[in-house]
Structures are given as structure tokens and as C-alpha cells.
């Protein structure tokens, strides 16, 4: 670079700015954003070249920390002098990162976040610079930013175009939904009710598992409700979810149609012929104690459908003399049934009755001992 001699003058290759737009230039402290959909970054950079312009505004009124490189190759003056930043207009507020520079190429560092004062700068390097902040917030909207080189003793000064500042801001809504990242509980996807339903931290719009029942939304057959993923019906969607969570109930069999006549069975001798009864389909029954629930439950099953759905089945406690029938329930559709509460101890069994038709066989099952715990 070449120094250029005159205040406020700019040569080829030796001064540049940044305008900053003055109509769009936003104003903003540190409380949220209130306007819907606009997008406030965590950090953006101002870069220099010659004649550059940004394509949105920069909110110098939000800067929190600001580092400035500054690459220097070929800088023709041997002086000593200072080096400046600019902003607003070339009257605005001046910052001096360094009263005393003899200027020598390669990469020079001036950072917010490194310390306060305004040091001598005996060539590249990465030095302090709380005053480049405080200029950078007090900025008016609109105008240059501008970083340059002023004689030490003379009026003259240059421009530098290879530069950059990196400013990190004190607040920001990367996804525009009006709350600061910091409060967001899903900062990169707008989600303005900000919804956990399983209160994990995680916003519902950024959670794999929303409900928080350890099956990801992807696989859950009941996306916002915790459930154990049952689907009885296995129709795609949960018994927790399902209006009709069951499958319904087998049609009645179909009636057998009637029989040709049949010859009597031959006599035995006697005069009266042999008498052949039906076979009664066989069930089974189980029976179990649930000891959380204080309940008993089981299944009546059989190869036949009508002869365990909707069975009607007794519990029984066994006692001396006589045994007690405590309650009668009937199973559901797939012959499961469960008994009310029961937590006196003794002895158990279920049974169920022959058919009336004769058609279904009856059944008992084993005896389940319930002990005191």
C-alpha cells in the first residue's frame, strides 16, 4: 500500500470504507427482539475493501466484543504514526488502537476481549483495544467505518482496504421467533410457543422424542402422548392414542346345516338302540395374581372363538366345608377377564361352566395361593 497524502482524500489501493446503511441501520439494546420473523444474528463481520457496501445493516448498538484484523503488505510510509478506526463519518467518533505504529507488513490484532488500553504496537501481533468497542457503540447510524494510518507529525493520513471486523453481539434471535437464544429452548427453528412437552429442555420443534418416552418420533405410533408403543389392533397407531384400541369381536360361527335322516343305531337285543352324545368343545383357563394391581387375571382359550369370548367365568377361595364364589365376571372378545380387588389371603381358582347348548366343555384352573407380604 501506498501512503496517500491529504485529509480526506483516497487513492487506489490505499483507502477504502464500509458505508452503513442510515435507513436500515437498527438501533437495538439488549432487551429481546419484538418484531415476528426478524432474524437477529449472534455475530456478523464488516469487511473492508474498496468502495464495498454490506447487503443488510449491522446493529453497532448491540456490539459486545469486536476484533479488528488488519493485514498490512507493502505499506510504502516509514514513519511513525497512529493507527485509527473511524466510524459514522470521517468527523464521527475516532478509536486509536495504537498512538505510536511504525508500520510493517503482516497481520495485526486489535481485540475487545484481549483488554483495555491503548498500547504501542512494535509490529504484528494481537493487542488490546477497549476503545475500538466503545467507538464501535457509539456509533450513529449510517456512515463509515474506516481504518487508517495518521502521521505522527504532519495532517496527513491513508486508508487501509484489507480488513475485517468480527463483532459478537449482546443479544441475538438466530431463528426470529422474538426470544433471545440464550432463553430459547430451540435456537436454529422458530417455535413461538416454545413448547417441552416432556419438559427435557429441548423445545418440541428440536426434539427427536418430544413425548419423552424413548421411542423417536420417527417410530412412535403415538407422537405427544408417553406410551409403551402397544398396538392391540396393530392397525399404526397406539393403544394409548386409539379410539378403538381392540380388534372386534370374531363373528358367531356360522349355523351347521341340518343332517340327512339316519338309520337307527342296531338293537343290542334289548329293544333299545345306543344313545350318541354330542362332544363338547374343550377350553382352557389360566389364572394369575397381580400382586401391584391386587387383582387376578386370565385367559379363557379354546379352538373354538365362541366358546372363550365372552365367557363367563367365577372366581372361587376355597374353604374348609365348602368353597366360596366370590365374584362373576365375563371375558372380553379375546377371553381375557380380570377380577376386582383381592388381597385377603388363601387359596384361588376360576371356573367356567358348561355351555347350556352343550357345545362348550366346562373348566377350572389351577389353584393360586395368595400370601400375606
Same mark, same amino acid.
Given at each position: 500500500? !501506498?501512503?496517500?497524502?491529504?485529509?480526506? !482524500? !483516497?487513492? @487506489? @489501493?490505499? +483507502?477504502?470504507?464500509?458505508?452503513?446503511?442510515? @435507513?436500515g441501520l437498527m438501533v437495538v439494546g439488549a432487551a429481546a427482539p419484538a418484531a415476528a420473523g426478524t +432474524?437477529?444474528?449472534?455475530? &456478523?463481520?464488516?469487511m473492508g475493501g474498496y468502495d464495498?457496501?454490506?447487503?443488510?445493516?449491522?446493529? #453497532? $448498538?448491540?456490539?459486545?466484543?469486536?476484533? #479488528?484484523t488488519l493485514e498490512l503488505r507493502g505499506f510504502s510510509h516509514p514513519r511513525e504514526g497512529e493507527l485509527l478506526v473511524?466510524?459514522?463519518?470521517?468527523?464521527?467518533? +475516532?478509536? &486509536?488502537?495504537?498512538?505510536?505504529i511504525e508500520p510493517r507488513d503482516g497481520t495485526y490484532v486489535f481485540s475487545s476481549d484481549v483488554g483495555y488500553g491503548i498500547p504501542r504496537v512494535q509490529?504484528?501481533?494481537?493487542?488490546?483495544?477497549? &476503545? #475500538?468497542?466503545?467507538?464501535?457503540?457509539?456509533?450513529?447510524?449510517g456512515g463509515w467505518v474506516e481504518v487508517f494510518f495518521q502521521e505522527r507529525f504532519g495532517s496527513q493520513r491513508a486508508g487501509f482496504s484489507d480488513w475485517s471486523i468480527q463483532l459478537t453481539y449482546e443479544s441475538c434471535d438466530s431463528d426470529g421467533d422474538t426470544l433471545q437464544d440464550r432463553d430459547d429452548n430451540c435456537p436454529t427453528v422458530a417455535n413461538q410457543g416454545w413448547a417441552d412437552l416432556d419438559n427435557d429442555g429441548a423445545g418440541d420443534a428440536c426434539d427427536a422424542d418430544a413425548d419423552g418416552d424413548s421411542t423417536p418420533d420417527s417410530s412412535d405410533n403415538c407422537r405427544g402422548l408417553a406410551n409403551d408403543q402397544t398396538d392391540s389392533d396393530r392397525d399404526g397407531v397406539g393403544d394409548a392414542c386409539d379410539s378403538t384400541p381392540y380388534p372386534p369381536a370374531p363373528p358367531p360361527p356360522a349355523p351347521t346345516p341340518p343332517s340327512a335322516p339316519t338309520a337307527p343305531p342296531p338293537s343290542t337285543g334289548t329293544g333299545a338302540g345306543t344313545v350318541v352324545a354330542p362332544v363338547a368343545a374343550a377350553r382352557t383357563l389360566t389364572l394369575r395374581y397381580v400382586r401391584k394391581k391386587k387383582v387376578f387375571k386370565g385367559t379363557v382359550g379354546s379352538l373354538v372363538g365362541s366358546c372363550s369370548a365372552y365367557a363367563e367365568v367365577s372366581l372361587w377361595a376355597k374353604k374348609r366345608g365348602a368353597d366360596r364364589q366370590l365374584v362373576l365376571n365375563t $371375558?372380553?372378545?379375546?377371553?381375557?377377564?380380570?377380577?376386582?380387588?383381592?388381597?385377603?389371603?388363601?387359596?384361588?381358582? @376360576?371356573?367356567?361352566?358348561?355351555?347350556?347348548d352343550g357345545a362348550c366343555a366346562a373348566v377350572r384352573s389351577r389353584t393360586v395361593r395368595l400370601r400375606r407380604r
Open positions: 500500500m !501506498r501512503f496517500n497524502g491529504g485529509v480526506g !482524500r !483516497r487513492a @487506489a @489501493a490505499v +483507502v477504502s470504507g464500509l458505508v452503513i446503511a442510515a @435507513a +432474524v437477529y444474528p449472534c455475530s &456478523e463481520t464488516i464495498d457496501r454490506p447487503d443488510r445493516p449491522f446493529h #453497532l $448498538a448491540r456490539v459486545r466484543s469486536a476484533v #479488528l473511524s466510524t459514522g463519518s470521517r468527523t464521527g467518533p +475516532v478509536a &486509536e488502537l495504537s498512538p505510536t509490529g504484528p501481533g494481537t493487542y488490546p483495544s477497549g &476503545e #475500538l468497542l466503545y467507538v464501535l457503540q457509539s456509533s450513529p447510524s $371375558a372380553n372378545h379375546v377371553g381375557k377377564f380380570r377380577s376386582p380387588r383381592v388381597s385377603r389371603r388363601g387359596r384361588y381358582y @376360576a371356573r367356567v361352566v358348561s355351555s347350556s
